[in-house]
Nanobody, 125 residues
Protein backbone atom coordinates (compact mmCIF):
# COMPACT_ATOMS: atom_id res chain seq x y z
CA UNK A 1 0.00 0.00 0.00
CA UNK A 2 1.11 3.52 -0.78
CA UNK A 3 -0.50 6.63 0.67
CA UNK A 4 0.01 9.93 -1.09
CA UNK A 5 -0.45 13.42 0.32
CA UNK A 6 -0.23 16.50 -1.90
CA UNK A 7 0.53 20.03 -0.83
CA UNK A 8 1.51 23.37 -2.31
CA UNK A 9 -1.66 24.40 -4.08
CA UNK A 10 -3.17 27.84 -3.73
CA UNK A 11 -4.29 31.01 -5.46
CA UNK A 12 -1.87 32.75 -7.80
CA UNK A 13 -2.09 35.43 -10.47
CA UNK A 14 -1.62 34.60 -14.12
CA UNK A 15 2.09 34.33 -14.89
CA UNK A 16 2.92 33.25 -11.35
CA UNK A 17 4.46 30.05 -10.05
CA UNK A 18 3.65 27.29 -7.60
CA UNK A 19 5.50 24.19 -6.50
CA UNK A 20 3.43 21.15 -5.66
CA UNK A 21 4.79 18.34 -3.52
CA UNK A 22 3.52 14.82 -3.00
CA UNK A 23 4.83 12.79 -0.09
CA UNK A 24 4.42 9.03 -0.19
CA UNK A 25 4.32 6.57 2.65
CA UNK A 26 5.84 3.15 2.33
CA UNK A 27 9.31 1.85 1.75
CA UNK A 28 8.82 1.02 -1.92
CA UNK A 29 8.28 4.55 -3.22
CA UNK A 30 11.51 4.41 -5.19
CA UNK A 31 10.18 1.55 -7.31
CA UNK A 32 7.05 3.41 -8.46
CA UNK A 33 6.56 5.64 -11.47
CA UNK A 34 4.82 8.83 -10.35
CA UNK A 35 2.42 11.05 -12.18
CA UNK A 36 0.62 14.34 -11.76
CA UNK A 37 -2.91 14.67 -13.10
CA UNK A 38 -5.50 17.41 -12.91
CA UNK A 39 -9.24 17.70 -13.11
CA UNK A 40 -11.53 20.68 -13.55
CA UNK A 41 -15.27 20.68 -12.91
CA UNK A 42 -17.10 18.99 -15.75
CA UNK A 43 -13.90 17.69 -17.34
CA UNK A 44 -12.14 14.36 -17.29
CA UNK A 45 -9.00 13.82 -15.29
CA UNK A 46 -6.02 14.52 -17.53
CA UNK A 47 -2.34 13.69 -17.46
CA UNK A 48 0.02 16.56 -16.67
CA UNK A 49 3.46 15.01 -16.10
CA UNK A 50 5.10 11.74 -15.14
CA UNK A 51 8.48 10.47 -14.01
CA UNK A 52 10.00 7.01 -13.94
CA UNK A 53 11.10 5.38 -10.69
CA UNK A 54 14.70 6.50 -11.07
CA UNK A 55 13.97 9.86 -12.65
CA UNK A 56 15.55 8.60 -15.85
CA UNK A 57 12.58 9.52 -17.99
CA UNK A 58 9.92 12.18 -17.80
CA UNK A 59 6.85 12.95 -19.87
CA UNK A 60 4.65 16.02 -20.15
CA UNK A 61 1.33 16.94 -21.64
CA UNK A 62 1.74 19.32 -24.56
CA UNK A 63 -0.10 22.08 -22.76
CA UNK A 64 2.53 22.27 -19.98
CA UNK A 65 5.74 21.67 -21.90
CA UNK A 66 8.25 24.37 -21.18
CA UNK A 67 6.28 25.63 -18.17
CA UNK A 68 6.09 22.70 -15.72
CA UNK A 69 8.87 20.46 -14.43
CA UNK A 70 8.45 17.19 -12.59
CA UNK A 71 11.16 15.84 -10.30
CA UNK A 72 11.53 13.39 -7.44
CA UNK A 73 13.66 12.82 -4.39
CA UNK A 74 13.52 9.13 -3.49
CA UNK A 75 15.39 9.73 -0.24
CA UNK A 76 12.47 11.95 0.86
CA UNK A 77 9.71 9.86 -0.73
CA UNK A 78 8.61 13.00 -2.52
CA UNK A 79 7.70 14.00 -6.06
CA UNK A 80 7.45 17.64 -7.09
CA UNK A 81 5.75 19.64 -9.79
CA UNK A 82 7.24 23.06 -10.41
CA UNK A 83 4.68 25.15 -12.27
CA UNK A 84 5.77 28.40 -13.90
CA UNK A 85 3.98 30.86 -16.18
CA UNK A 86 0.64 29.70 -14.86
CA UNK A 87 -2.48 30.45 -16.86
CA UNK A 88 -6.13 30.66 -15.80
CA UNK A 89 -6.78 27.46 -17.72
CA UNK A 90 -4.36 25.67 -15.38
CA UNK A 91 -6.95 26.06 -12.63
CA UNK A 92 -7.83 22.57 -11.41
CA UNK A 93 -7.54 20.03 -8.63
CA UNK A 94 -4.12 18.48 -8.98
CA UNK A 95 -3.52 14.87 -7.99
CA UNK A 96 -0.40 12.80 -7.69
CA UNK A 97 -0.53 9.11 -8.44
CA UNK A 98 1.73 6.07 -8.19
CA UNK A 99 2.16 3.26 -10.69
CA UNK A 100 3.97 0.03 -9.76
CA UNK A 101 5.62 -0.12 -13.15
CA UNK A 102 9.36 -0.05 -13.59
CA UNK A 103 9.33 -0.47 -17.36
CA UNK A 104 7.05 2.12 -18.91
CA UNK A 105 5.78 5.58 -18.12
CA UNK A 106 2.01 5.64 -18.45
CA UNK A 107 -0.13 8.68 -19.16
CA UNK A 108 -3.63 7.34 -18.57
CA UNK A 109 -5.28 7.52 -15.13
CA UNK A 110 -6.38 3.89 -15.22
CA UNK A 111 -2.74 2.76 -15.17
CA UNK A 112 -2.07 4.28 -11.74
CA UNK A 113 -2.93 2.24 -8.67
CA UNK A 114 -2.66 4.81 -5.89
CA UNK A 115 -3.95 8.37 -5.68
CA UNK A 116 -3.74 11.31 -3.34
CA UNK A 117 -6.67 13.50 -2.32
CA UNK A 118 -5.60 16.40 -4.50
CA UNK A 119 -4.53 19.99 -3.98
CA UNK A 120 -6.40 22.92 -5.52
CA UNK A 121 -4.62 25.31 -7.87
CA UNK A 122 -6.46 28.48 -8.83
CA UNK A 123 -4.99 30.96 -11.29
CA UNK A 124 -6.65 34.35 -11.56
CA UNK A 125 -6.49 36.44 -14.70
Amino acid sequence: QVQLVESGGGLVHSGGSLRLACVASGRTFSSYAMGWFRQSPGKEREFVAGIMWNGGRTAYADFVKGRFTISRDNAKNTVYLQMNSLLPEDTALYYCAADRNELTLETTPVAYEYWGQGTQVTVSS
